[in-house]
């Protein structure tokens, strides 16, 4: 039985007598900027609590949900007819997550990965079946475990130290770097051409914290052989369910708003802002899909007792203009934001020529045991793999490395190997087994993400068939620099001020690391901080919002007592 017990803290005190006590009953009212994963989860902790919250959302964009995001495509061609074009899928120790798919009767599905990063005899490693690169790097894989529990023990120094200066550090071989840990950290973590920059404590937890590592380190291969992921379902559908549930709840969600100026926050007036109507068709960016306003638009003048930022950090900082504190424009102005292109496609023969997608005997090096024996023949399709995998080595994660700078890649996704719903028959949804047959290879849906725009004279973008492009999108994306968790991280707890002067209180994956189960996790420790209570359904779950309230709020949570400021 799921664990029900309620886990609370206490209300700042100057909640206690609200403006609107007079018309409302005490009820404060809570506006969230933003509908994304942060945002929804704050507003749905915040909803258990008809009595003490009027909450609204205001998004921008036409639907919520942020970067998790569906698209439709055509089935008859590519075998569904839909996918998710953003957030994809993740760990099953996603509990959040998790919980608020099953909530609305959506289930993520099993997948077991499988990467090809590289390309060629001296670059190409997967964690399908032995490659010659992972026989060089023998020594610097086994090396780099024990460098990991040195990074553990070491944490406030050594955490801080870019993965660069770690590697120079400890001797490693510097094509270990280049071809194994960049790409390995970068795809999944989403850090991009910023890995080099990454903190040292990130990849630690990556591969030690039960709540946020995504697979164990293997000795022998560094990644290891078919690690269990999830994919997650319809996600627009998802959103959409979620939506209307919160609306049923009393929660007033305002889709196509754009808060276009913050011009008070204080005690006496409460938050005062203004909005006006947006269209996300109307591009004033110079035609990428960024920067885009509507500045001519007629605005609203409103107002609300506390406000929840659950936007990117450089909006935030940018919306707060004039009232913002010198806390607030040095935690905000600490995170680093690139602007970055996912080109959805059907372009195989693009696919073919930039990354490893079939065995060959070439790539494959002699195994040095019966295990690795068993992986060949699983990716030569000659037998099953762990857990009656169903044989054959079907990637789904790629990197490109740039020759001319190896610091900086491209990432891929064959999102029909990926994604359940291009394999998995819809009526069948609880069995993980193939239902479908295989879709041939030139009807594959692929998605190239070309990293940080400010280099995109390295891109390999303009190979890309234009007839076969089914979408383009741009990204924001954080950028895991050291940086981040020396200037951001560690003072998130001093601009987080709910009930205090600013009545502000910030929300995202971007306040701790990029991960869709992180953006819930921070907006509900924002509905906590508010005054909201925590429902504890999973021990492991309560575990990661008590680690998260302490780093980004600084306060301590105990099941059924008050949470403290520490």
């Not at 290891?224 to 996600?235: C, E, G």
């Amino acid at each position: 039985m799921p664990d029900s017990r309620i886990a609370t803290m206490s209300s700042p005190a100057s909640l206690q007598d609200g403006r609107n006590e007079g018309t409302n009953k005490g009820k404060k009212n809570i506006v969230i900027i933003g509908g994304g994963a942060a945002g929804m989860s704050c507003a749905a902790t915040l909803a258990q609590h008809p009595d003490k919250f009027n909450v609204t959302i205001l998004e921008r964009m036409s639907v919520v949900g942020g970067q998790a995001t569906s698209i439709p495509i055509d089935e008859n061609r590519y075998g569904t007819s839909w996918m998710n074009d953003g957030v994809q899928g993740g760990s099953p120790a996603f509990k959040h997550t998790i919980n608020f798919f099953e909530k609305y009767g959506h289930k993520q599905q099993d997948v077991k990965l499988q990467v090809s990063f590289g390309q060629g005899q001296d670059s190409f490693w997967t964690n399908c079946f032995p490659s010659h690169l992972v026989d060089r790097f023998s020594g610097d894989i086994r090396k780099f475990g024990k460098v990991l529990k040195i990074i553990k023990y070491t944490m406030p120094v050594l955490g801080l130290v870019p993965i660069r200066i770690m590697l120079r550090l400890f001797f490693f071989n510097k094509e270990f770097g280049d071809k194994m840990v960049f790409p390995l950290i970068a795809l999944f973590l989403g850090t991009g051409n910023q890995t080099a920059n990454v903190s040292c404590a990130i990849l630690e937890r990556l591969f030690d914290d039960p709540n946020m590592k995504l697979w164990d380190y293997d000795p022998e291969t560094l990644l290891p052989n078919l690690p269990l992921m999830v994919t997650f379902p319809h996600l627009s559908e998802f959103y959409a369910q979620w939506a209307d549930d919160l609306r049923s709840k009393g929660v007033t969600i305002r889709t196509n708003t754009d808060v276009v100026s913050i011009l008070k926050r204080n005690s006496k007036s409460g938050v005062v802002l203004q909005t006006a109507p947006f269209n996300p068709e109307d591009k004033k960016g110079g035609g990428d899909g960024l920067g885009m306003e509507n500045k001519n638009a007629a605005t609203t003048t409103e107002t609300y007792d506390e406000l929840v930022m659950c936007i990117l950090a450089d909006d935030a900082k940018k919306l707060l203009g004039k009232t913002s504190t010198w806390k607030e424009r040095f935690v905000l102005g600490g995170a680093k934001f690139f602007d970055d292109i996912t080109i959805t496609h059907s372009d195989s023969d693009y696919f073919a020529k930039n990354y490893e997608t079939r065995f060959s005997e070439e790539l494959c090096a002699k195994p040095k045991s019966k295990q690795q024996e068993d992986q060949i023949a699983f990716a030569k399709n000659e037998r099953p793999g762990p857990d009656n995998e169903a044989p054959g080595f079907r990637p789904m994660y790629y990197t490109h490395s740039y020759k001319e700078d190896m610091h900086k890649i491209e990432m891929a996704f064959d999102c029909t190997n990926y994604q359940h719903q291009f394999r998995q028959d819809p009526t069948d949804r609880g069995d993980p087994a193939p239902r479908k047959a295989p879709i041939p290879y030139e009807n594959h849906v692929f998605q190239s993400i070309f990293l940080d725009k400010s280099h995109s004279h390295l891109w390999t973008i303009d190979q890309i068939d234009e007839s076969k492009i089914i979408e383009r999108k741009w990204w924001h994306q954080l950028g895991h620099r050291w940086q981040h968790y020396v200037r951001v991280v560690p003072n998130m707890m001093f601009i987080n001020r709910p009930g205090a002067d600013t009545h502000t209180t910030f929300a995202g994956s971007w306040t701790l690391v990029n991960m869709h189960e992180m953006a819930c996790v921070s907006g509900i420790a924002a509905a906590c901080r508010l005054g909201a209570e925590y429902e504890v359904f999973d021990g492991f779950a309560e575990d990661l919002l008590k680690k998260y309230l302490l780093i980004s709020h600084g306060v301590r949570l105990k099941g059924g007592k008050k949470m403290k400021r520490v």
